[in-house]
């Protein structure tokens, strides 16, 4: 029997993109909207494909004529759910320089840093 603290930093990378996108805000994305956000977590395409594949196995997600719709979930919120850390961080999703870090807190992990208006767009708030 395998115990979650056994998981490897891959697994946990995929655990933790299907954890966002099963809190993504929008109903339905395109395509490119959605693997942005799982390129926040691993930008290796092989591993994209195989959480997309995932998501659609569990149920979080199904695909249709390159949209996506989101089956599950619930929304991230900003009050309890992102955190921020003054320090020299870059964003994980455009690479800019910043000084405040915004931290989303899942289940299966904490993903960030992001800027302010990327951890919207990453949420699907923008």
């Known amino acids: 029997m395998t115990d979650e603290t056994d998981r490897t930093p891959r697994e946990e990378r995929i655990e933790l993109a299907l954890d966002l996108l099963a809190n993504l805000e929008h109903e339905t994305l395109p395509l490119p909207a959605v693997v942005d956000r799982v390129e926040t977590v691993t930008t290796d395409p092989t591993l994209v494909r195989r959480i997309l594949d995932e998501a659609e196995l569990r149920g979080i997600l199904e695909r249709e004529e390159g949209r996506i719709r989101v089956r599950r979930g619930g929304y991230v919120s900003f009050e309890r759910q992102v955190v921020t850390r003054d320090g020299e961080f870059d964003c994980r999703r455009c ?7 915004h931290f989303v807190r899942l289940d299966a992990g904490e993903l960030g840093p992001f ?4 951890v919207r767009k990453v949420l699907g708030r923008e």
Not at 95 to 101: D, E, H, N
Not at 115 to 118: D, E
């Open 115 to 118: 800027g302010s208006s990327c």
């Open 95 to 101: 690479g800019a320089a910043l000084s405040t870090g």
